[in-house]
């Protein structure tokens, strides 16, 4: 049977997982803390998601996918902020050291990790029910962070990719069988792609960012709120996930799209003058960007039909505890 310290050394302490892997960690795992060196002009970014069986993944999940997502989703909050990744720390709690299982949660892990140079620094493994809880450190330029509450009124609001293919996923990952033949449900739901490189490289020119984890309404509600504005929402320029397409019609589709969730794409507010620089800058790197609607005076966000009627939701997005 596997013991704490056998999962430590032989699954997390592996190389291209839990090996310094740059050179701004001094000490990774091994020891009682991690040592990190903060470099001049830069300031530490740390996010951290915890994700529970029954609630956030279903039970008999792939392993694998499961380490991919857990990762992934902090270093998407991460690129909302304009950080470049510097490592990671992880508890883990299951009610039994399963090796099979735990190989293929750390190759999962490990793909992560390795796809965005984030190591495994440390944290903590201990027997409950099956729950992943992440924490991801990165480094920004200092001052510069992409903060909720720089948002002004006239930016431009922009979206990266497409909505609404992990909120559709979600709906059927209980249904294994046909999610096994869904092979955009793996890639939309469990394997999101962090958007670090649109992040980082619109810290000069956007004013405010924020990553869609609960729902692109509810998400730039968050920015609104904190930025003390309000925002306009062009419906017909939402981009919809392709999955959307099967099956539903416009309404439905929209509505999955935009109060969703899950997708972990950026919205970003950017000045008029400077929105030519961002879309520039996102088709060298080959994100997809669209521009769907400006930040306004007043209060919250509202949504127009391509006729200019004012259209509303029954709610915004997911919340984790009801009202």
């Known amino acids: 049977m596997l013991s704490e310290f056998d999962i430590i050394r032989d699954l997390f302490n592996q190389p291209g997982l839990g090996a310094v892997a740059n050179e701004h960690v001094r000490e990774g795992i091994g020891d009682d803390c991690a040592l990190l060196s903060i470099p001049e002009g830069k300031e530490l970014a740390m996010s951290m998601d915890t994700l529970v069986e029954k609630i956030h993944f279903p039970e008999n999940a792939p392993a694998d996918l499961l380490g991919w997502r857990a990762l992934a989703v902090n270093l998407s909050d991460l690129a909302a ?31 992560c990790a390795q796809t965005y140079d984030c190591p495994l620094l440390g944290g903590d493994t201990t027997r409950g ?13 200092s001052g510069k962070a992409l903060l909720r509450s720089n948002a002004q009124v006239g930016d431009r609001i922009y979206v990266s990719g497409s909505l ?30 962090p958007r670090l490189g649109l992040g980082s490289g619109a810290i000069d020119i956007a004013n405010a960012a924020i ?3 609960d729902g692109l309404l509810a998400d730039l509600g968050h920015i609104c709120r904190a930025s003390g504005i309000g925002a306009e929402i062009q419906l017909e320029k939402i981009p919809l996930g392709k999955s959307l397409d099967v099956g539903l019609d416009r309404s439905q589709a929209l509505a999955i799209a935009v109060t969703g969730g899950d997708d972990y794409e950026l919205v970003l507010t950017v000045p008029e003058g400077k929105a030519a620089s961002l879309e520039s800058m996102a088709k060298d790197i080959n ?23 004012a259209l509303t939701f029954q709610t915004a997005g997911y919340q984790h505890f009801d009202a």
């Open 81 to 111: 902020m304009g950080a470049v990744p510097l490592g990671f720390t992880m508890s883990l709690a299951m009610l039994g050291a399963d090796k099979k299982w735990l190989e293929n949660f750390a190759a999962g892990l490990k793909s």
């Open 129 to 141: 029910p099956l729950a992943i809880t992440v924490q991801a450190h990165g480094l920004v330029e």
């Open 287 to 309: 994100i997809p960007l669209v521009c769907i609607g400006e930040i306004t005076r007043g209060k919250g966000v509202s949504c127009y039909d391509a006729n200019g009627a």
């Open 164 to 193: 609404g293919n992990a909120a559709l996923a979600a709906r059927h990952l209980a249904d294994l069988d046909k999610w096994k033949s869904e092979s955009i449900f793996e890639s939309s739901f469990y394997k999101p792609v």
């Open 211 to 213: 990553d869609i984890s």
